[in-house]
């Protein structure tokens, strides 16, 4: 790497605080950093040497490239239109988000931070926590051309398969197919080691069988274990599962286009956020669908 840029995070959750770290660890300047919440942003300013800001605005008068990490629309709107926001005096700043939102969303973030001269990128995650720290992010990119060419080589240190997908708003439709598409996974991998529970088979050979068939999926690797040992550490939250199942059902709707499962695992994962579980991982799903653990309902 080599740069004389400085760069800022906004969002300093389980994503955000590890692609800062990672590219801190590949000597990129971490210029400044801020979250909602005072005690983490002090903490990683702290480890990585970073200025710990109290205002959005201040983050973007120290940086020249600011990554954003949030976790819904509400979010998005709040650090770019509300109160000292990232677009004060952001002329010639650019603005990459990386969260999982709606097209419009980012449609709007885009639009506004052109009037003032600062420039924006979708960087969507389909990724995980040990991803973000090692900078083998799958990134899913939209928005001009030019402004993702010049900042190639800084996506890249974070990623181990980058995708430019076309113009802003493209980057969400992907990134919502493609988390729609998993959940459903999630929720059906949940089913039908439930049912397996239920008739007494043995798991671990379901599993086996599930790996060598047309029943096998990413998800089988990532979630069935947690399912089965009621190991549900967040890795990526039943809130988050329905929020894009969400995204990804409104997009449907919007062309007219019936999405029976989609719709059926969006009402599980509500299901879960009804129970106080939202926080918990995806896999939590399984808690629904196991006949010993109803009563735990």
Not at 94 to 115: D, G, Q, Y
Not at 227 to 241: K, L, V
């Amino acid at each position: 790497m080599s740069t004389t840029q400085k760069f800022g995070f906004v969002g300093l959750g389980r994503m955000g605080s590890n692609m800062a770290r990672c590219l801190n660890d590949k000597g990129y300047s971490i210029s400044a950093v801020y979250d909602v919440r005072g005690e983490v942003t002090a903490e990683l300013a702290g480890e990585l040497g970073a200025h710990a800001a109290k205002t959005l605005a201040e983050v973007t008068a120290r940086a020249d490239v600011i990554f954003t990490v949030v976790t819904d629309d509400a979010a998005m709107d709040s650090i770019f239109f509300g109160e000292n926001n990232l677009l004060t005096e952001a002329d010639g700043k650019t603005f990459i988000n990386c969260a999982t939102l709606s097209p419009e969303a980012h449609e709007r973030v885009e639009r506004e931070a052109a009037k003032v001269g600062a420039n924006t990128l979708e960087a969507c995650m389909a990724s995980s926590i040990p991803q973000a720290r090692n900078g083998e992010l799958f990134l899913i990119v939209a928005g001009n051309r030019e402004v993702f060419d010049s900042n190639q080589p800084v996506l890249e240190d974070l990623s181990k398969s980058l995708h430019f997908v076309g113009e802003t708003g493209r980057g969400a439709q992907v990134k919502a197919l493609v988390n729609m598409v998993m959940n459903i996974n999630t929720a059906a991998l949940a089913e039908g080691l439930g049912l397996a529970d239920a008739l007494g088979l043995d798991l671990k050979m379901v599993c086996d069988v599930f790996s060598q068939t047309g029943a096998n999926s990413r998800v089988l690797e990532t979630d069935a274990q947690d399912m089965i040992e009621r190991d549900h550490d967040c890795y990526f939250s039943a809130s988050h599962a329905a929020k894009d199942s969400g995204i990804a059902l409104q997009l449907a709707e919007s062309q007219g286009i019936p999405m029976p499962l989609a719709a059926a695992t969006f009402a599980q994962y509500e299901k879960l956020k009804a129970q106080g579980k939202g926080d918990l991982d995806k896999s939590a799903v399984a808690e629904l669908t196991f006949k010993s653990r109803m009563t735990d309902r």
